[in-house]
């Protein structure tokens, strides 16, 4: 009898395990029956709430039924755990981004390919209700050929909230490599392969004083860029501009604008951490037939209303694991996985690209490629990915 579930281990028990592991019990696909992290209480606290075991890094990657490992690590370790998880020869499913730069990168995808392992990348909200109800306003033509885009998270830093920020002010952290895979991932799905990026960056604050719980007052140093602009070019001749930071107190600007020849889709959230890094919100749309620009709005000064488009699509609560899941049924069915390796890479390639672009001040030509995931079927009722 063919095999209907896929066991998975975690490396790395913070915050973002729990969400992971309460989310696995609405997927078919996946089993979570082990966990380790360095801190060993973290790990036996995780396997307390959800009825799995506590073991070690050795252990977990030993195990024979574990053929699928989770790597939740800090992004500064995400390269070692996923070398070591594909060395022990089990499948990989990393949070973003898949490395700190483009050269750790390459070590990992060469890695899978000289092991022949499958590897998923994080995020996995482009999968999500809202998005893609996005990809099939797009496919379908409701705004024409896609033109460019406009793309914006910016608040001031994740010191106010989370109980150790710590690390998103260190290597493989900031604005762009922390909350850019949302957005990048977003137009990646969208919008196809990249063909060159161009940016700049700044750290505005060198120090930030954490102001929650339970490390309130104290003083953190910044080593990574907190302000970073880029334009995007993408092998269809549609140029996006991108702005990340975590240096802006307040804005109004739209998180997330796709434009095309006919119309335009947008993502409106007040929330500075919303746009593609939610799973579900409101999808709105404009086409050419609803504006006239000359009698309407510029002379009587009323705007044309936006049309509130009813999300088509399952995923419009927080549904993180669906990436994982999707990997799970396609390492059972042997189809390609959503959350490829390919994309995951290629997002990488585009943040890191406009580094060295602002580093350099010359253009980063990408040199990798992908293929756009398929999108998932309409109208699902059930947490099963397979057509």
Request: glycine residues 10%; charged residues 25%; aromatic residues 8%.
């Amino acid at each position: 009898m063919e095999k209907e579930v896929i066991k998975v281990g975690v490396i790395g028990c913070g915050v973002i395990s729990e969400i992971y592991m309460k989310n696995a019990q609405k997927f078919e696909a996946v089993e979570f029956v082990a966990c380790a992290d360095l801190i060993a209480e973290k790990a036996e606290k995780r396997a307390k709430q959800f009825n799995i075991k506590a073991v070690t890094d050795e252990e977990l990657l030993a195990d024979p039924e574990i053929e699928l490992v989770l790597n939740i690590t800090e992004p500064y370790n995400h390269l070692e755990v996923s070398l070591m998880i594909l060395n022990a020869g089990k499948n990989l499913y990393t949070e973003k981004p898949l490395a700190v730069n483009i050269e750790e990168g390459k070590q990992i995808v060469d890695l899978a390919k000289e092991k022949g392992l499958r590897v998923g990348v994080a995020p996995d909200l482009f999968l999500g209700g809202r998005l893609q109800t996005f990809r099939k306003l797009i496919d379908d033509g409701w705004i024409g050929d896609v033109l460019g885009a406009s793309c914006s998270m910016v608040c001031h830093g994740h010191e106010v909230w989370h109980p150790n920020p710590e690390f998103y002010y260190k290597r493989g952290g900031g604005p762009l490599f922390d909350m850019g895979p949302y957005y990048v991932s977003a137009l990646l799905s969208l919008m196809g392969p990249v063909k060159r990026v161009s940016g700049a960056k700044n750290i505005t604050f060198n120090q930030r004083t954490i102001t929650s719980e339970p490390l309130n007052g104290q003083v953190i140093g910044v080593d990574v860029p907190t302000h970073v602009s880029g334009t995007i070019e993408f092998e269809s001749g549609a140029i996006a501009g991108l702005t990340t930071s975590f240096d802006v107190w307040n804005s109004k600007t739209p998180r997330f604008e796709i434009y095309g020849t006919r119309g335009t889709l947008c993502m409106e959230d007040a929330d500075p951490m919303g746009g593609p890094n939610l799973f579900g919100g409101e999808t709105l749309l404009k086409t050419h037939k609803d504006i006239d620009w000359w009698h309407h709005d510029l002379i009587d000064n009323k705007e044309t209303p936006w049309h509130k488009i009813p999300t088509l699509y399952d995923y419009n609560t927080d549904s993180r694991c669906l990436g994982l899941s999707d990997m799970a049924t396609a390492l059972i069915s042997g189809r390609e996985h959503r959350a490829s390796l390919e994309m995951g890479f290629h997002a990488l390639e585009v943040m890191d690209g406009i580094y060295k672009s602002a580093d350099s001040g010359k253009y980063y030509n990408l040199e990798g490629t992908f293929t756009r995931p398929e999108p998932l079927p309409l109208g699902l009722t059930k947490y099963v990915l397979d057509k």
